[in-house]
C-alpha cells in the first residue's frame, strides 16, 4: 500500500544526540532522516563511512568540518556529495531550532 510520510512529523522533543531513521532501504542504497538541535560530533569523532553519502539540509543550519581543515556551513536547501572514506564531523547545528537532514548513503559499482 502506498503511504504519505512527513519529513517533519514525530520528530522528538528532546535529542541529547542526533536522531536517525531510515526512511528507505534497498540491496544498494538507504535513504535516512537525521535531526540534529545544538549538536556537536565528540572530540575526536569523525565519521568515516564505508558509503557515499549525498546530503541535504532541509532546514535548520549546520557547519560541518573536514580532516582537511576545511569547514562547510550549511543553509536549508544546501546539498553535498561526501565521497566514502572522506573524514567528517558535524562542528555545530542551530541551537534555537531542529536541524533536518536527509541523507542518501550508496555504494560505488565495481
Same mark, same amino acid.
Given at each position: 500500500?502506498?503511504?504519505? %510520510? ?72 544546501? %546539498? ?7 573524514? %567528517? ?22
Amino acid at each position: 500500500m502506498i503511504a504519505v %510520510h512527513n519529513l517533519f512529523a514525530g520528530i522528538p522533543s528532546e535529542m541529547p544526540e542526533e536522531f536517525f531513521q531510515e526512511i528507505l532501504r534497498t540491496e544498494t542504497f538507504r535513504i535516512e532522516r537525521i535531526i540534529s538541535r545544538g549538536y556537536t560530533s565528540p572530540e575526536g569523532f569523525w565519521y568515516d563511512q564505508q558509503t557515499e553519502e549525498w546530503v541535504l539540509l532541509v532546514s535548520g543550519s549546520a557547519t560541518l568540518g573536514f580532516d582537511d581543515g576545511r569547514t562547510i556551513d550549511l543553509k536549508p536547501g544546501d %546539498h553535498l556529495f561526501i565521497p566514502r572514506r572522506v573524514r %567528517h564531523r558535524v562542528e555545530r547545528t542551530d541551537p534555537e531550532q531542529e536541524t533536518v537532514w536527509l541523507a542518501v548513503h550508496w555504494t560505488r559499482g565495481s
